[in-house]
C-alpha cells in the first residue's frame, strides 16, 4: 500500500504510521501491529483485515444530542456535492494508506449526500463510485463492505423493510439496490444489513408478525437481485437489541440466527456482530461471537467498546487487552472471519478536535488487537487452556458418555447407568486457573 493523497494534503505533519516495536514511545507507531508477521501460519493483516469506517471517521462531525458539530473538516466546505464527495474520498484515502487499513466500509450517504430522487441519486452513486473506483485502484485499498442507510431519513422513521407503508418500503428497496450495485462496482467482499428502525417503539400500533415477514421478503429479493447480478460475497446481518427503535427485530446473535433458519437465508448470510450491541444485549462480546462461531455463521465485526457506566451504543475505540484476548481465542479456534474483518464502527470523541486524534484512536485499536492476537495464540500453542477444556469433557468421549453423544442411549439408559454407578465424585470448574492463563499470558 502506498501513501495517496489528492489534491491537498489533509493530514499534514502525518507520514506512513510505521512499526517501531513494543519500547516505541512515538505515539503515531505501532507497537504491535505488524502487518506481515506471520502468527497461526497467516500474517497478521490477513487475520485481522482492518477496516475504516467511513461513517465516523469522515461523517461523524462530534455533535450530541445536546450540542452541534466540534469537528470541522477541511474536506466538508466546497459547495459542489460531487467535488465536496471527492474531497472527502481524497482525505479518506490519504488516512487509509497513512495508517495502513486495507479496508473500507460505508453506507450509500457516507460516500455522497442523497437527495429525494432515486434517479438523481443513482447517478451521484455511480459518479461517485467511479471516482472510489480509481481511488482504490491506486491505493490497494479494497472494500470489506457496503450498506445503505435505511434509517436517517425522515421517511425511515417507522422503519424501512418493516415500515407498514408499502411505499417506505419499496424506497428502501430503491436504496439497497443502488447500495449492491455500488458494492458490486467496487468488488465489495460482503453486504451488510444493519436495522437501524426494523423493530418498533410500540407493540401497541405493530403487527410484528407482518413486519418480520416484510423483512424476510426483502432481504429475499435483495439476495436475489445481487446474486443475478454476480455478487459471491457474503451478505451479512449485524444484530442490535435497540436504540434507535425501542425493540429491534435483529436482538442479537441467537435471535438473527432462528430467524435467518427460519426464512431459509441461513446460505447466504451471516452476522457482523458489534462489541457495544452484544453488551447493549445483555450480553459479552465473547459470548455473541462464541454463538455465531458455533453456527458457521461467523461473519464479521464492528470494533469498538461501550461504557460500562451507560446503556447506549457510545462506539469508543477499543482498548481493553483482557477482553479481546478472549475474544480472539473464539475467532482463531472457528480458523478467523474467511470474507469478513474487523471495521473500526467506532467514533473519536467530541472533544478529540486534533487531526492526529484519529489517528492515534486507529493505532490504538489495532495494535490492541495485534497484541490480543498473540496472546491468544501463545495460549492456545503454550498452556494448558485447550486441554483443561477439553478433559472437562472427558466423559463423552468414552464408554457411556460416547455412547449418548451418538444417540445410543435412551432415558431409561440413563436411569439405569446412574443407579448403577452412584453418587459422582465432585469436579471442580476451576474458573480461577482458567482467568489467571489469560492474566498469565497477557
Ligand atoms: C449502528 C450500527 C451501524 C452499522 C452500519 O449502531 O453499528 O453503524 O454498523 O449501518
Ligand atoms: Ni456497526
Ligand atoms: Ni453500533
Known amino acids: ?224 437481485y445481487a446474486r443475478a447480478a454476480g455478487f459471491t460475497g457474503t451478505f451479512l446481518i449485524e444484530p442490535k437489541p435497540c436504540e434507535p427503535t425501542k425493540h429491534q427485530y435483529d436482538y442479537d446473535a441467537a435471535t438473527v440466527i432462528g430467524f435467518l433458519e427460519h426464512f431459509g437465508l441461513q446460505n447466504d448470510f451471516k452476522l457482523n456482530l458489534e462489541v457495544n450491541h452484544a453488551t447493549l444485549a445483555g450480553h459479552t462480546f465473547q459470548h455473541e461471537v462464541q454463538v455465531a462461531a458455533q453456527a458457521g455463521l461467523l461473519g464479521s465485526m464492528d470494533a469498538n467498546r461501550g461504557d460500562y457506566q451507560n446503556g447506549w451504543d457510545t462506539d469508543q475505540f477499543p482498548t481493553n487487552v483482557n477482553e479481546l484476548v478472549e475474544t480472539l481465542l473464539i475467532i482463531l479456534e472457528a480458523g478467523g472471519f474467511d470474507k469478513g474483518g474487523i471495521n473500526f464502527d467506532a467514533k473519536i470523541r467530541r472533544n478529540s478536535t486534533d487531526p492526529a486524534d484519529l489517528f492515534y484512536a486507529h493505532i490504538g485499536g489495532m495494535d490492541t488487537f495485534a497484541r490480543a492476537l498473540v496472546v491468544a495464540d501463545d495460549i492456545l500453542e503454550h498452556s494448558d487452556f485447550a486441554k483443561l477444556r477439553k478433559e472437562r469433557y472427558a466423559s463423552f468421549d468414552k464408554g457411556a458418555g460416547a455412547d449418548f453423544e451418538a444417540g445410543k442411549l435412551d432415558l431409561e439408559a440413563l436411569r439405569d447407568y446412574a443407579a448403577a454407578n452412584g453418587e459422582p465424585a465432585i469436579i471442580s470448574g476451576q474458573q480461577e486457573l482458567y482467568e489467571n492463563i489469560i492474566n498469565q499470558y497477557i
Open 1 to 224: 500500500m502506498s501513501i495517496i493523497t489528492g489534491d491537498k494534503e489533509f493530514f499534514k505533519g502525518v507520514g506512513q504510521i510505521k512499526f517501531e516495536g513494543r519500547d516505541s514511545k512515538n505515539p503515531l507507531a505501532f507497537r504491535w501491529y505488524e502487518a506481515d508477521r506471520v502468527v497461526r501460519g497467516k500474517s497478521m493483516k490477513e487475520w485481522l483485515r482492518f477496516a475504516c469506517a467511513y461513517w465516523h471517521s469522515f461523517n461523524g462531525d462530534g455533535s450530541d444530542p445536546f450540542g452541534g458539530r466540534t469537528h470541522f473538516f477541511p474536506w466538508d466546505t466546497n459547495s459542489d456535492p460531487l467535488q465536496r464527495a471527492k474531497d472527502k474520498m481524497d482525505a479518506a484515502f490519504e488516512f487509509m494508506t497513512k495508517v495502513n487499513l486495507p479496508y473500507y466500509c460505508f453506507h450509500d450517504v457516507d460516500l455522497i449526500d442523497h437527495t429525494n430522487d432515486v434517479v438523481e441519486n443513482e447517478k451521484r452513486m455511480s459518479q461517485i463510485t467511479d471516482y472510489a473506483k480509481e481511488k482504490q485502484a491506486a491505493s490497494g485499498v479494497e472494500l470489506l463492505w457496503g450498506t445503505a442507510n435505511l434509517f436517517s431519513h425522515t421517511r425511515y422513521m417507522n422503519g424501512a423493510a418493516t415500515n407498514p407503508d408499502f411505499h417506505v418500503l419499496a424506497h428502501g428497496g430503491a436504496q439497497v439496490k443502488s447500495a449492491l450495485d455500488a458494492t458490486i462496482k467496487l468488488g465489495g467482499a460482503n453486504y451488510v444489513f444493519w436495522g437501524g428502525r426494523e423493530g418498533y417503539m410500540s407493540l401497541l400500533n405493530t403487527n410484528m408478525k407482518r413486519e418480520q415477514e416484510h423483512l424476510a421478503k426483502f432481504l429475499h429479493v435483495a439476495k436475489d
